[in-house]
């Protein structure tokens, strides 16, 4: 297996411009995560799918933040309009509930807004 | 939300020496895990410790679950320059992580 797939992995962008990230996770696997990583916050939740539905999205900053999972093999994280602030690493994971809640990890994407 | 508190922060050592992380919280956690994160990539799991007084190892990778399920430790002996990273702890569904201990094992 390829692992959980991360796009692009380096992004960098003017502030006001939308972002666009992508994920595809490990065929089978029923949940996938969005986790931002900042050296003053650590890895933080966004939001988890559990079979594409999404389950809490409470760690969403702001209504900037939006996700989507249109079917078992993709998820999008969107930021419209972008901040300086939102510069981090984003981290897209995915786990099968049946064997023990580990997660698999993708190489993640780094943002830079400027 | 269950906090869990890394420590050290930041550690330094030299290869061969032994060294002792902490994962603590004021909460019960049903399991914890511990991952390694190298730079440029995301965390990897290592291992899940599930019942409270548990020992599992990993090569020369020591993990404990404290008896009261609140805390954990990771134990690295005679470590090697291949063990520089960060080490994060988690635990909650979904999980929550730790900050993490930045691990450098100088050659």
């Known amino acids: 297996d390829a692992g959980v797939i991360q796009s692009p992995r380096h992004e960098v962008t003017e502030m006001g411009q939308e972002v666009t990230l992508r994920c595809k996770p490990i065929s089978g696997h029923d949940y996938l995560f969005w986790y931002r990583q900042t050296m003053m916050r650590g890895l933080e939740l966004l939001i988890y799918f559990n079979n594409n539905v999404p389950i809490d999205d409470s760690g969403m900053p702001e209504d900037r933040f939006s996700a989507k999972m249109p079917n078992a093999s993709f998820s999008t994280l969107k930021i419209q309009p972008s901040e300086p602030r939102d510069s981090a690493v984003y981290f897209c994971?995915?786990?099968?509930?049946?064997?023990?809640?580990?997660?698999?990890f993708g190489s993640g994407t780094r943002l830079t807004v400027v | 939300t269950q906090l869990l508190e890394q420590s050290p922060q930041f550690l330094s050592i030299q290869e061969g020496e032994n060294l002792t992380v902490y994962c603590n919280s004021s909460s019960v956690f049903s399991s914890l895990q511990w991952y390694r994160q190298e730079p440029g990539e995301g965390p990897v799991l290592l291992v899940t410790?599930?019942?409270?007084?548990e020992v599992k190892k990993l090569k020369r990778l020591t993990f404990q679950f404290g008896d009261a399920r609140k805390d954990s430790s990771l134990h690295i002996t005679a470590a090697q320059p291949g063990d520089t990273g960060l080490y994060l702890c988690?635990?909650?569904?979904?999980?929550?992580f730790g900050k993490g201990t930045r691990l450098s094992v100088i050659a």
């Open positions: 410790v599930v019942t409270g007084g």
């Open positions: 994971a995915s786990s099968l509930a049946s064997r023990g809640g580990g997660y698999t």
């Open positions: 988690a635990g909650n569904t979904p999980l929550v």
